[in-house]
C-alpha cells in the first residue's frame, strides 16, 4: 500500500475516539473534520461554559510531502506517540507547533 493512502486510512483511527470525549464541566462536542483531498485532518471543540461560546482546535494534523504534520496538538497526552503506535513513523512525523531550531531535539523529523 502506497504510503500516502496508509497514513490517510490510519490518522483517522488515531483522531476518531477523540469525538467522544464527553467534558465534566462544559456542554462542549468535539467534531471532526477530514479533508483527504487536501491532507487536513481536524478535531474542532465547540460548544458552551456558562454563557460563553467556546470554539477551538483540539488537534490539527496537515499531510505535506508524505509527511505528517503535527500543527496543533491540545491534548493531555499529546498525539504523536499515538500515530506511531499504530504505524507512522517516527521519521514522517513533524511536530509543526515546534519551531524549526527545537525540532532536532524532539525525536520526530524536523520537516
Known amino acids: 500500500m502506497d504510503k500516502l493512502v496508509k497514513y490517510q486510512n490510519l ?12 467534558y465534566a464541566n462544559a456542554d462542549f462536542k468535539n467534531r471532526a ?19 460563553q461560546h467556546f470554539h477551538s482546535c483540539l488537534i490539527h494534523l496537515e499531510i505535506i510531502n508524505d ?3 503535527i500543527q496543533c496538538d491540545n491534548t493531555e ?6 500515530l506511531v503506535s499504530v504505524g507512522i513513523l517516527k521519521e514522517d512525523i513533524v511536530l509543526g507547533f515546534h519551531e524549526p531550531e527545537i525540532r ?5 523529523a524536523v520537516a
Open 104 to 108: 532536532k531535539y524532539t525525536g520526530f
Open 33 to 51: 473534520a477530514y479533508d483527504r483531498e487536501h491532507g487536513q485532518y481536524l478535531i474542532i471543540s465547540e460548544g458552551w461554559q456558562e454563557k
Open 77 to 82: 497526552e499529546g498525539i504523536a506517540n499515538e
Open 11 to 22: 490518522i483517522p483511527t488515531v483522531l476518531n475516539p477523540y469525538v467522544s470525549i464527553k
Open 67 to 69: 509527511k505528517v504534520w
